[in-house]
T-cell receptor, first 114, second 111 residues
Framework: DTAVSQTPKYLVTQMGNDKSIKCEQN?????MYWYKQDSKKFLKIMFS???????INETVPNRFSPKSPDKAHLNLHINSLELGDSAVYFC?????????????FGPGTRLLVL | SQQGEEDPQALSIQEGENATMNCSYK?????LQWYRQNSGRGLVHLIL???NEREKHSGRLRVTLDTSKKSSSLLITASRAADTASYFC???????????WGAGTKLIIKP
């Protein structure tokens, strides 16, 4: 029944490792997003996809690579993890891109890089 | 980039009192949204108000929008302990296909 789900919920890893976060939405939405929320709660858009097509790619290190196998899934792969990558990563979806209406968020993935 | 600025940054009130949070933004918008984030959870959409609307209600929530002052307020009436959360405003702010988020107001309701 969960509208937007993310796995894993917690991720603790060593610097230099590669990790992936998965996201799925069952709302039938066309658009999906990845956000990063830092320790001060600032929410920063990283990527958005519309019908599997990359729309927004903000100034994010190219160690971060999103992949959308279909419009219900948007995964995030991170190479060579750094201490500064520690944050909460949220996946979200919205009905479509143009209306910029309500976004539905997943529960977040808490990443801690040691 | 952060366009919205919420005010105050933190607010602590007694249960049963009303809580008011404000959001200011810089450029013209089509709509403004408010979200709630409980500790350790994802954001939850509360209400969307369009630029041609001045006020909107949803249960105990009342949102106003003043486009001439580029500001919005969120009023929560008869607050409850469960309203303890961070509240964020977000605007569409142009055609860049992304919401611009404020830094949030942390609301604490004391029992």
């Amino acid at each position: 029944d969960t509208a937007v789900s993310q796995t894993p919920k917690y991720l603790v890893t060593q610097m230099g490792n590669d990790k992936s976060i998965k996201c799925e939405q069952n709302l039938g939405h066309d658009t999906m997003y990845w956000y990063k929320q830092d320790s001060k709660k600032f929410l920063k858009i990283m990527f958005s996809y519309n019908n599997k097509e990359l729309i927004i790619n903000e100034t994010v290190p190219n160690r971060f690579s999103p992949k959308s196998p279909d419009k219900a899934h948007l995964n995030l792969h991170i190479n060579s993890l750094e201490l500064g990558d520690s944050a909460v990563y949220f996946c979200a979806s919205s009905q479509d891109l143009g209306s910029l209406g309500a976004q539905y968020f997943g529960p977040g993935t808490r990443l801690l890089v040691l | 980039s952060q366009q919205g600025e919420e005010d105050p940054q933190a607010l602590s009130i007694q249960e049963g009192e009303n809580a008011t949070m404000n959001c200011s933004y810089k450029t013209s918008i089509n709509n403004l949204q408010w979200y709630r984030q409980n500790s350790g959870r994802g954001l939850v959409h509360l209400i969307l108000i369009r630029s041609n609307e001045r006020e909107k209600h949803s249960g105990r929530l009342r949102v106003t929008l003043d486009t001439s002052k580029k500001s919005s307020s969120l009023l929560i009436t008869a607050s409850r302990a469960a309203d303890t959360a961070s509240y964020f405003c977000a605007t569409d702010a142009g055609s860049n296909y992304q919401l611009i988020w404020g830094a949030g107001t942390k609301l604490i309701i004391k029992p």
